[in-house]
């Protein structure tokens, strides 16, 4: 077993199995997927709703929802010290430093993902405390220092710059916690901290396009449109410059327009901070425009991974082949895909994809197809490919 | 029935209801057998505890009055079983008539709207307005003690909670395509509500109805135990559970020489109360798929 | 507090209005079950007055319209005219203040044990939900549910009183009650716990404390399980949101999660069945308090109904039901306060 990445590897989902265990029976939601992802690159999953995409993207978190469960396989991922980590391994105190650190999430629909009870402006700080602490206080220890030397500082000046100086060694401290329970002082201690976590968060607001960013920071969820909503949410999610992000079809639920705005923001945004992307849709469109690489999947399996102008070019997949072929087009007719989803508790024997591929073969029936190379960056899970190894080109059709 | 079926596999899959369906149906058994299991005097109001003597001091269990006789020497045995029919006979008297005032109130107030349904909020609001058993209570001593008092107090006071149930399904299934078909047909108003909407709105009445016999039976006693209710030497639990409040202390030496008293109705009245909430917790959690599949 | 708070309450405040006006006027049709013969002798307060009866119907308008009678008896009624019981011999009014300390002191220590530990319990059910933790609770819960209270505390009084000897009912043993009334004990707000931290007196507040114990025990116990099982699902419901996962997706840890965000979002719910939990506590009160013998008001009101005393019954009832508007109407300002749509909304 390899646990070690490729130089320029930032992510590798290898053979990944998710199973919910539910009254039905168990949903094999995920089964045997393989993804891996370069540094600095956007890779687009694409797939029908119950294709996984959505439980793969939660459980490179290590949030797989309830009654899911990781059955096996492996996550590697390239820490931002440079160590080569499986995800699925680590420890709840690991993952709490790298979860919205390292990577972060942004959500299909902003509006559940922020906790409607608190400010925006909270759930921003809340991911800049968890994660960037130590450089918050140096800045407010840099500013009071300011303060003082200027003679503007006074008792509550160094009171503050004890506290900050104190929480820097270490922020769990006891006498920390009783000294914050204080009426007056608890308040006074964390008003520079405050105010150099407002400006942050002010800052990146800006950043995410937000006019007005000085009163949105003050307001409840509810009071925002969605499409603000959702760059809050992409505000949380980049608060720390991670090194992945995954975008869990932010656009969806947003309006048309908006959704343009929102897809723009995204990419000019992967400019400036340098992240990896993986981002979900069932959209072509979507993946068309932003994604470097693409992965589609079907029924918790990865099917077909290629460059993404080589896939609409030449689709190998015949599922991926009846996605680009359902794109509405003006003046072609609509092609829908034959068939239905396939229930996850009984999945189809061999290939899941067989009972609607029009070129199932008796194979199809009875093996699972491997995800193997076709060209150099080409893998294609499907029998028709199969040959003796990879590297056949087809024109099956 | 698609949906008795539904119900009794939920009923099936959770070993808690099932504990509170063999409650239940032990219950009915005795109200329904109390008269072979505790034969009443010939002549006799049977709810009328037969005594035996006049002393104050509670008699032990003993071959012939197996549950012990009570201050009063009334039998407490006699007293639990037919107690156990006149919780059924009282439950469902006013569950049945809150129900049908709930019904005809509520069905008005929801197909016809406006005053009638403004109206109708604005009573339930002012009797929701108190709690249940002290707005029972206030109303008994106005209607002058009794069972009969109790049980027309209990009604007024019960009755808004079906009237909105009934007005909020009504809401909710005239606005559904059927109800507008028949309409458009020209069906009558009556005939609508009678044959198109009632059959749809009733099956959440009903489980709110049994889910709520437990709390009414619960209600009544206590007002027997405050006095309120049923006379001295009545078939009533809370009536039995207050004649035993003088003998809690026992005798000098032996504290618990009198536990029969205490123990025994209020032990029929927990169990009745309980094998009635959990078959209803049972049937509350059907009832959010239930309205999920339709 | 923020101006929209402010509107909000404002705005609240209105609409009781309407409500406690329905209050009196329920109230007000009892009264009018009984002739105006039968009213007018609520007035009297000794049989010799027996013959004035035509005249008190005069002076207090008995005979009016009925629009006009509820006019007078709202202005009696807010005068603080509630009628003579007859039971305690004293005007309702007076009555009502004279047992009012009891009940508070009861409810002071019964409610927000109720609602502390409940919501505790709750909570702990739902993160260790399908463990034995979560099993026991929701048995507690089922046994809580269904327990009649006067059983309960007649049982409790059986074992602690009959058996063990200690937990006497009513309120102070005799001693203290001695001391309470040679005036050496000053009373200050009648809730006698608090007096005897004021009067720097341990041992009446011990015997005070002991003399609560069983029936807050029973309050706590017949309310306790509404509020475990509602915190217990709408935390369920909480945890399963994605503004937890998204919460957990930005670093917060699992407690911080769990007691920030999911918590307080539990809370929602549980304030808007507050109001069931205030009505089982103002029907608690008057079980409990005559188990007990706490002659606090819904001892007396208990008492009052057993001798037919109307006038001071239906003044318990306009109490209960005035209190009950009120605790609504505070538990919608606790819901506005904690969830920023309805008051912004």
Redesign the interface.
Known sequence: MEAILRPDEQLRVKDLVVRFYTYEGIVKAVEKANLNLKKGETLGIVGETGSGKSVTALTILALTPLPGKVEGGSILFKRINGKVDDILKLSEEELVKLRGREISMIFQEPNAALDPLYRVGEQVAEAILSHRLPEMLDRAIESLKEELKNGNGGFSSKLQLWAYNEMKKNPDALKLKLVKKLPIIGKTISRKLNQVVRDEIIGLLRLMEIPDPERVVDSYPHELSGGMQQRIVIAIALACSPLLLLADEPTTSLDVTVQAQILDLITRLKERFGASIIYITHDMGVIAEISDRVAVMYAGNVVEVAPVIELFKKPLHPYTKALLEAIPRPGASFKSIPGTVPNLVNPPSGCRFHPRCPHAMPKCMKEVPELRRITKEHYVACHLYGGEGYGKHSDSD | MKELKFILRRIRETP?SIVGLAIVIFFTIVAIAAPALAPPRPGRDPYMIPRYGYSPIPKPPSPEHPFGLTQGQYDLYYGVIWGTRAAYRIGVLIIAVSALIGIIVGGLAGYYGRIIDEILM?VT???F???????A?????????GLDSVTLAMILVWWPGYARLIRGEILRIRSEDFVEAAKAIGCSDLRIIVKHILPNAIYPLLIMASLDI?SVV?TV??LS????GAPEGYADW?QL??L??NW???KPGE??AY?YV??IP?LF??LF??GW??LG?ALRDVMDPMIRRR | MSASMRTYIIRRLLLIIPVLIGVTLLIFAITQLFSPVERASLYIRDPRQAKDLPSIIKKYGLDLPVYIQYFRWIDQVLHGNLGWSESTHMPVLKALITHFPATAELALYAAPLTIIIGILLGKLAAIKKDTAVDHATRIMAIIGWSLPSFWLGIMLLAIFYGGLGIFSPGRLSVWAENLVLSGEFKVYTGLYTIDAILNLNGAVLLDALSHLALPVTTLVTINIALLMRIMRSSMLEQLNKTYVIAARARGLKWKTVIDKHATKNALISVVTISGLLTAGMLSGMVITETVFEFKGIGYWAAHAATQLDIPAVLGFALFAGTIFVIANLIVDILYAYIDPRIRLG
């Open positions: 808690l604005r609001d002012i009797i307005a108190f709690p249940g058993l002290i707005l209570m206030a109303l008994v001593v106005a209607f002058g003690p437990g619960l006693a206590a135990f405050l006095g309120l809370g559970i207050s035993s409040r809690i202390t026992g504290p618990f536990w205490y123990t209020g009245l927990f109360v309980m909430n959990l917790d």
